[in-house]
Every structure is written in structure tokens, then in C-alpha cells.
């Protein structure tokens, strides 16, 4: 059933076609979605990039037993943001961006630790980046019907934008930074990484964990976009994004529909 579900959602993610409806049976556990994520994972030839972190909220966090979610990011999805920078949705699936700062890992744990500290965790990060997810889906539905359905989708990604790194990250000074972000010009969401359970370092601990039990090998150089500042907002293509991190850049981007690839 994972390799029915995977194979349906590369195929309408390469021919960039909307689906309406769950190609098959909804996984109910992470278990399930992981086992749905992995068995796409094993047949994309694109390389693996980094992982996006989602936050899962109670009480979905205490009926699935996890705070957090991953999904991988693709090589040919990330970019240095410009000014001319795009963010590419499924037309006719779900599409939103997410204000977020992004953790590269500079080196890979020691075989056989299982479990990190924030402070280990954080020993093994190298810069911290502002940066934009674009979240996106075929399946319009992916958003409203739980983390387990996110998951098995890649958790929702189609890209990422990586700003101006922040050079003095390791103070934490960061995490209290009001982030802003607007649509057309409108003011849509507004939050800081504070808000996070143990921070975005916390996102950093939850992802070297969830790989380390997948036994997905951890590679120096991957991007941990850590989740949502200011929440998840929908888009469409042609609208206008600007992301104020305040006085650590701000970041615009247009919205366009995702080509077949």
C-alpha cells in the first residue's frame, strides 16, 4: 500500500496535476506516513537537500505521540533568495509559504547516538540562515487532515529559499526577533522562534533523532528549515511575499504554478 500511495504522488508531483482525494488509504500513525515518505524517497532521483520541520499542536501532538514532523527538500528546490526570487505551488493542489530559520548541519553525529541534548544538537550546526518553505502538495486536502497525511507527501515541501545568514546565531538572540509576514502587502501572520517548544534548536534535536531511528544516514551541508514563525499561510500563483525578520533582513519572493518537471 506505501509503494501504491508513494508512486501516485511522485507521478501527479511530476506532472504537476492536482489531486482531490488521498491516492488510497490515509495513513493513521506517523509509522505509517514515514513508511509511505520512505518508499517515495527510494525512488527520487533528486538529492536529498535538507528537511523541513512542522510543528504538530495539541492535542494532535498527544494523539500522535510527536511534537514535530519531518519531510525531506530537494536539491533542485533550494535557492539563494534574489530579488527576483520565485516560490513554486501546485495549481490545483495546496500551496502556502512559511517564514523560517533555517539550521545547516556542519557535522554528522558519532555513529550510534541515538539521542541528543539541545546543546549537542546545537554542537553540530554550523550557520543559521532566514529563509522562506514554500509548502506544497498536490492533494488540496493535505493541510486538514492531520500530520500523518502531511508526512507522507515529503511533509508538505516544494522548495526553499535561503537568505542572509545571521552571524552571531549562537547567542540566541534570534529566537526573540519579531518575524512579519505579508501577502500582496497585507499583514497575515506575525510570531517569533521563542514561541517553539525548546526553540528552533528544538527542531534541530527532533530532526537528528527522527533520522538516526529511520536510519537515514545524516550528511554535513543539509538545511533544517525548523518550522513556522508566523504560521502557515496559504498562496496562490502571481501574489507577493514579503517576510520582515526586522533587522535581519527581509525577504521577498513571488508566487508561481509548478510546472511539470
Not at 120 to 149: K, L, Q, R, Y
Not at 216 to 227: E, L, M, N, V
Request: with cysteine; charged share 20%.
Amino acid at each position: 500500500m506505501a509503494e501504491a500511495i508513494a508512486e501516485r504522488f511522485l507521478s501527479a508531483r511530476k506532472a504537476a496535476l492536482g489531486l482531490a482525494d488521498y491516492p488510497g488509504t490515509a495513513p493513521t500513525t506517523l509509522t505509517e506516513a514515514y513508511a509511505i515518505q520512505a518508499a517515495a524517497l527510494a525512488r527520487m532521483e533528486d538529492r536529498v537537500a535538507g528537511w523541513k520541520v512542522g510543528r504538530i499542536l495539541p492535542p494532535l501532538s498527544d494523539q500522535y505521540g510527536s511534537d514535530r514532523l519531518a519531510g525531506p527538500i530537494f536539491a533542485s528546490t533550494v535557492v539563494t533568495i534574489a530579488p527576483d526570487a520565485r516560490g513554486f505551488v501546485f495549481a490545483d493542489g495546496f500551496g502556502a509559504i512559511e517564514a523560517e530559520f533555517l539550521f545547516r548541519i556542519g557535522k554528522v553525529p558519532p555513529a550510534g547516538q541515538r539521542a541528543f541534548t539541545l546543546e549537542e544538537a546545537a554542537d553540530h550546526v554550523d550557520a543559521v540562515h532566514i529563509g522562506v518553505e514554500i509548502a506544497s502538495s498536490p492533494f488540496i486536502g493535505i493541510n486538514t487532515m492531520g500530520p500523518a497525511v502531511t508526512v507522507s507527501d515529503f511533509g508538505n515541501n516544494n522548495g526553499l529559499l535561503i537568505g542572509p545568514a545571521i552571524p552571531d546565531w549562537r547567542n540566541g538572540a534570534y529566537a526573540e526577533q519579531q518575524v512579519t509576514t505579508r501577502i500582496d502587502g497585507a499583514q497575515i501572520g506575525a510570531g517569533a522562534a521563542s514561541a517553539f517548544s525548546h526553540g528552533a534548536i528544538g527542531s534541530v534535536r527532533f530532526l537528528l533523532e527522527n533520522l538516526v531511528a529511520r536510519e537515514i544516514a545524516i550528511q554535513p551541508g543539509w538545511w533544517i528549515s525548523t518550522g513556522a514563525v508566523t504560521g502557515v499561510h496559504a498562496v496562490r500563483p502571481g501574489q507577493e511575499v514579503e517576510m520582515d525578520f526586522g533587522s535581519l533582513g527581509t525577504l521577498h519572493c513571488r508566487i508561481d504554478t509548478q510546472e511539470p518537471r
